[in-house]
């Protein structure tokens, strides 16, 4: 039986509430499925390790995350810890970046009886997913920037050939694997490269990289024109590739269209390592309350069994994230399930208990929408 070894980072805030409903899920799953286990290592990085010891991720522990098969994420940050040049602790950003996580997978998908922001019909549709290019882009400059008077502050936007082409390979593998699961089979370039030299250099790259693709279609829409379209037509789009700062903004706009952050996942992944975090933060102003919505932790972890299952080749992992995503639609397909945010009442053990109810009734999956939990190259 394979067993994985999974680094858990519960972090900070509502991150502590939603991780330990997670572990018990993956738990069940794996048990459901038979063919592989998990082992999890806890370990502390964040704003409140950062003001107890004065480091938010002590080497020791990024070394030990960076031995794991996958790194599991809760949610870090206090709003009001920072250091002293004023940025907030961020250690899933040193992640990203010590580990050259290069494609940030933020996956856009409706689930019934979760209330639509949008009135169209076709809004029960929306099944996308943003890949964000995560390691250099506007936020090379966070640790670099200048800001030397009060007069000017200055930081770089950084586009490399390297990060654009292993990005871009990524993107379009992604979507002919999606195109076999009966998706469009096309990729969007989202830059400015009317504007900027940077984004026509980005563009001119995603050209060269699509004539190796010709199964799948390349598109190209300008960041402001996307902006305007993920609201008008979401419904039309399959994979999306930004440059950093542009994806992380077009990630949140995903994540409102079907319900906010707490039902959005996402997952970072590199050459060998991968980070799986919800979208949402800590949530300050909720925490102890059992108020969490649970969902976008448990579909990270979805994310994270098929990355697993697709790197060491066992198709079961697939079963397994197909599980947990159906799970989920079971449990709000009726409507009567609503977690706070949407103006309900469901809290994080009410929310999780209805999944692992469906969880535990679910014998097949074969029967239900090939479209469900296509994710990860």
Same mark, same amino acid.
């Given at each position: 039986?394979?067993?994985?070894?999974?680094?858990?980072?519960?972090?900070? =805030?509502?991150?502590?509430?939603?991780?330990?409903?997670?572990?018990? @899920?993956?738990?069940?799953?794996? *048990?459901?499925?038979?063919? $592989?286990?998990?082992?999890?290592?806890?370990?502390?990085?964040?704003?409140?390790?950062?003001?107890?010891?004065?480091?938010? $991720?002590?080497?020791?522990?990024?070394?030990?995350?960076?031995?794991?098969?996958?790194?599991?994420?809760?949610?870090?940050?206090?709003?009001?810890?920072?250091?002293?040049?004023?940025?907030?602790?961020?250690?899933? @950003?040193?992640?990203?970046?010590?580990?050259?996580?290069?494609?940030? @997978?933020?996956?856009?998908?409706?689930?019934?009886?979760?209330?639509?922001?949008?009135?169209?019909?076709?809004?029960?549709?929306?099944?996308?997913?943003?890949?964000?290019?995560?390691?250099?882009?506007?936020?090379?400059?966070?640790?670099?920037?200048? *800001? *030397?008077?009060?007069?000017?502050?200055?930081?770089?936007?950084?586009?490399?050939?390297?990060? !654009?082409?292993?990005? %871009?390979?990524?993107? %379009?593998?992604?979507?002919?694997?999606?195109?076999?699961?009966?998706?469009? /089979?096309?990729?969007?370039?989202?830059?400015?490269?009317?504007?900027l030299s940077s984004y026509a250099f980005f563009r001119k790259i995603f050209k060269e990289i699509a004539e190796e693709y010709p199964d799948v279609k390349a598109d190209y829409c300008y960041i402001d024109a996307m902006?305007? *379209?993920?609201?008008?037509?979401?419904?039309?789009?399959?994979?999306?590739?930004?440059?950093?700062? %542009?994806?992380?903004?077009?990630?949140?706009?995903?994540?409102?269209?079907?319900?906010?952050? /707490?039902?959005?996942?996402? /997952?970072?992944?590199?050459?060998?390592?991968?980070?799986?975090?919800? !979208?949402?933060?800590?949530?300050?102003?909720?925490? /102890?309350?059992?108020?969490?919505?649970?969902?976008?932790?448990?579909?990270?972890?979805?994310?994270?069994?098929?990355?697993? =299952?697709?790197?060491?080749?066992?198709?079961?992992?697939?079963?397994?994230?197909? &599980?947990?995503?159906?799970?989920?639609?079971?449990? &709000?397909?009726?409507?009567?399930?609503?977690?706070?945010?949407?103006?309900?009442?469901?809290?994080?053990?009410?929310? $999780?208990?209805?999944?692992?109810?469906?969880?535990?009734?679910?014998?097949?999956?074969?029967?239900?929408?090939?479209?469900?939990?296509? %994710?990860?190259?």
């Amino acid at each position: 039986m394979k067993i994985w070894q999974i680094a858990v980072l519960e972090g900070d =805030g509502v991150g502590r509430e939603v991780m330990p409903v997670c572990l018990e @899920l993956l738990n069940a799953v794996a *048990n459901k499925v038979g063919t $592989f286990q998990f082992q999890f290592k806890h370990l502390e990085a964040g704003a409140d390790l950062f003001q107890r010891t004065g480091e938010a $991720f002590p080497d020791a522990t990024f070394q030990e995350a960076k031995s794991a098969d996958a790194i599991l994420l809760g949610a870090m940050g206090i709003p009001e810890v920072r250091y002293p040049d004023g940025r907030e602790i961020a250690p899933q @950003l040193d992640l990203r970046e010590r580990l050259g996580l290069f494609a940030g @997978l933020r996956p856009i998908r409706s689930v019934q009886g979760v209330p639509e922001v949008l009135s169209h019909p076709l809004a029960s549709k929306i099944d996308f997913v943003i890949i964000r290019e995560s390691t250099e882009g506007l936020f090379a400059a966070r640790n670099s920037g200048e *800001n *030397n008077s009060n007069d000017v502050a200055k930081d770089s936007l950084v586009i490399t050939r390297a990060a !654009c082409e292993r990005l %871009f390979h990524y993107a %379009f593998r992604l979507a002919r694997k999606r195109s076999r699961r009966g998706y469009p /089979g096309k990729v969007t370039c989202v830059d400015k490269a009317n504007v900027l030299s940077s984004y026509a250099f980005f563009r001119k790259i995603f050209k060269e990289i699509a004539e190796e693709y010709p199964d799948v279609k390349a598109d190209y829409c300008y960041i402001d024109a996307m902006a305007l *379209n993920l609201v008008k037509i979401p419904w039309e789009f399959d994979v999306l590739v930004a440059e950093n700062m %542009f994806g992380d903004i077009l990630s949140d706009l995903g994540a409102a269209l079907i319900g906010g952050m /707490g039902m959005a996942p996402s /997952g970072d992944i590199g050459e060998n390592h991968a980070v799986f975090q919800p !979208c949402h933060g800590t949530a300050p102003d909720i925490i /102890g309350k059992g108020m969490a919505n649970p969902v976008a932790m448990l579909r990270s972890a979805a994310m994270m069994v098929e990355w697993l =299952g697709e790197k060491a080749g066992i198709p079961e992992a697939h079963q397994a994230s197909r &599980f947990i995503q159906l799970g989920i639609d079971k449990a &709000f397909e009726g409507g009567e399930l609503l977690p706070y945010e949407l103006g309900g009442t469901a809290g994080t053990r009410e929310i $999780f208990d209805a999944i692992m109810e469906q969880l535990e009734e679910s014998k097949d999956v074969s029967d239900r929408s090939s479209r469900n939990g296509v %994710f990860c190259s």
